[in-house]
């Protein structure tokens, strides 16, 4: 059974699991689904058409599932879909959709978002990414698996952040942000290295950090066109390139397609979703 404190207002078309924990002076909305295992600890908000996997933490002061903030929005019935063990510590805002793209902002699992982070609206955090404090990701990012985003580090609207990245604290990311590389710098933001630590930790052979930083030197340092470095490698490895050169060099060409050096951004105009339900959220 469910340990619901009787000084919390859940909404009777809720629907919680087993096993889910509500601590005191907590709200959960009518269109809300918590999975097993879920906990959430005093003074969270939870409303919107919000659905949760299981064995969430959520810390107090977290607001989950609310309007997003975009002068476009016009209360239909957008989306937050939340996946497995993810934790959202103290004052974690996350907003659901609007109604571009597919109406839906999506965290994906074992993700952890510190004190005050914010996520926001059509945002897609995929899994084990760290959001440390007071990181604030505008609409429409997407952060790729095992990314890293130090503290009050701001991201722009449809930036794109790679694989295992990782950026420096205070940094403004106004660009998208390459697979297995870091940023710095809070006036004219770069890419400066690779992620040599966190690749280390993930178990990346030191053969393989190796081709990165020689990529990287190519690609950052000597400022050689992509399509030139990538034939060099091409050749090297007689047009077998290991999944993580081809992993960084698609992302690559993906972002100079763009605009403004984001890959996404031709997506600003982008209609909105036609299955989106219309009525209040």
């Known amino acids: 059974m469910s340990d619901i404190s009787p000084l ?6 809720s629907r919680l699991a087993a096993n889910v924990t509500v601590g005191p002076f907590c709200v959960i909305g009518p269109h809300v689904s918590i999975g097993p ?9 939870i409303v919107g058409h919000t659905t949760i996997g299981r064995g969430n933490r959520f810390f107090p002061g977290s607001v989950i599932g609310a309007d997003p903030q975009d002068k476009s929005y016009r209360a239909t019935g957008t989306r937050l879909e939340i996946g497995d063990d993810n934790v959202f510590r103290e004052g974690v805002t996350i907003n659901r959709g609007s109604e571009k793209e597919d109406g839906c902002t999506r965290v994906g699992s074992r993700n952890l978002m510190m ?3 914010h996520v926001a609206h059509n945002c897609h955090v995929h899994d084990d990414v760290t959001l440390t404090n007071a990181v604030l990701l505008g609409g429409h990012v997407h952060v790729h698996d095992r990314a890293t ?11 794109t952040i ?14 998208d942000l390459p697979p297995y590389m870091q940023a710095a710098h809070t006036d004219r933001p770069r890419v400066v290295a690779v992620n040599t630590v966190g690749l280390k930790r993930a178990g990346f ?18 400022h050689r066109p992509l399509p030139e470095v990538r034939a060099e490698f091409d050749q090297e490895f007689n047009g ?30 982008s209609p909105p979703a036609a299955d989106i339900t219309r009525q209040a959220a």
């Open 162 to 175: 790679g694989t295992l990245s990782f950026t420096a604290g205070c940094c403004r990311l106004i660009r």
């Open 240 to 269: 077998g390139l290991p999944f993580e050169l081809t992993n960084l060099f698609d992302f690559i060409h993906e972002q100079e397609q763009g605009r403004n050096g984001r890959a996404r951004e031709i997506y600003r105009q």
């Open 37 to 45: 295992g879920t906990r959430l600890d005093s003074h969270v908000t």
């Open 149 to 159: 985003l130090s503290g009050n580090t701001a991201v722009h609207h449809f930036t």
């Open 8 to 13: 919390s207002e859940i909404h009777g078309d």
């Open 205 to 222: 052979a030191a053969e393989t950090i190796l081709l990165l930083r020689r990529a990287f030197f190519q690609l950052f340092r000597k």
């Open 115 to 117: 004190a005050n982070a």
